[in-house]
């Protein structure tokens, strides 16, 4: 006969111990050089008028400090971080750059409005409108994802409900 011994914090413990070592960082900052360099691509043109290397860069910066200063507001409120609370960054990095292509595209399809201002303007109503919508869903999974009794599943939910909706707020006001 065999006897089994399961603890509250089993399922803690063996998530702890399999994210333990430095290669989940290095993982982390591979996968963030891969999507700098995806985004860098894509906003790439020979034309130079028509190159937008640098919206694609803002795309990252702007997805990363919402990120940055969700996970940190999570941290001073005391939410305790667990290993999957690292999948927030690829979270916050897609759905971030996501946005800042909706705007991007945005503006290149104004190119008829002369002045700049109104063009990103339009691109603002226009996209807005789009990600404002998206993003509300998501963020509504995450809240209806934070209810559940999993301490993992629940901070990750506290964790990218945060740096969503920074990333959010940085979108619209950086764009």
Same mark, same amino acid.
């Given at each position: /006969?065999?006897?089994?011994?399961? =603890?509250?914090?089993? /399922?803690?413990?063996?998530?702890? *111990?399999? =994210? ?7 993982? @982390? ?11 860098? *691509? ?7 008028? /028509?190159?937008? &290397?640098?919206?694609? &860069? ?28 690292? &999948? ?13 292509? &909706?705007?991007?595209? =945005?503006? *290149?399809?104004?190119?008829? @409005?002369? /002045?700049?201002?109104?063009? @990103? ?7 807005? @409108? ?46």
């Amino acid at each position: /006969r065999m006897d089994h011994h399961i =603890a509250s914090r089993s /399922r803690d413990d063996e998530l702890s *111990s399999l =994210a333990s070592d430095d290669s989940d960082m290095i993982i @982390v900052a591979m996968t963030f050089v891969m999507i700098t360099c995806y985004c860098v *691509s894509v906003t790439f043109s020979c034309d130079l008028f /028509r190159s937008k &290397v640098y919206c694609g &860069v803002l795309c990252v910066a702007n997805s990363l400090l919402g990120c940055i200063a969700g996970m940190g507001i999570c941290a001073y409120a005391g939410v305790q971080f667990v290993p999957t609370a690292l &999948v927030t960054v690829f979270l916050c990095l897609g759905i971030g750059c996501d946005c800042g292509f &909706v705007f991007i595209n =945005a503006y *290149s399809l104004a190119y008829l @409005v002369e /002045r700049a201002q109104d063009r @990103v303007a339009l691109a603002v109503k226009d996209g807005g @409108v789009g990600i404002t919508i998206t993003t509300t869903m998501n963020l509504v999974g995450l809240l209806i994802g934070a209810q559940t009794p999993y301490l993992a599943v629940r901070n990750f939910c506290y964790f990218s409900f945060a740096g969503l909706f920074l990333g959010y707020i940085n979108t619209l006001t950086l764009w």
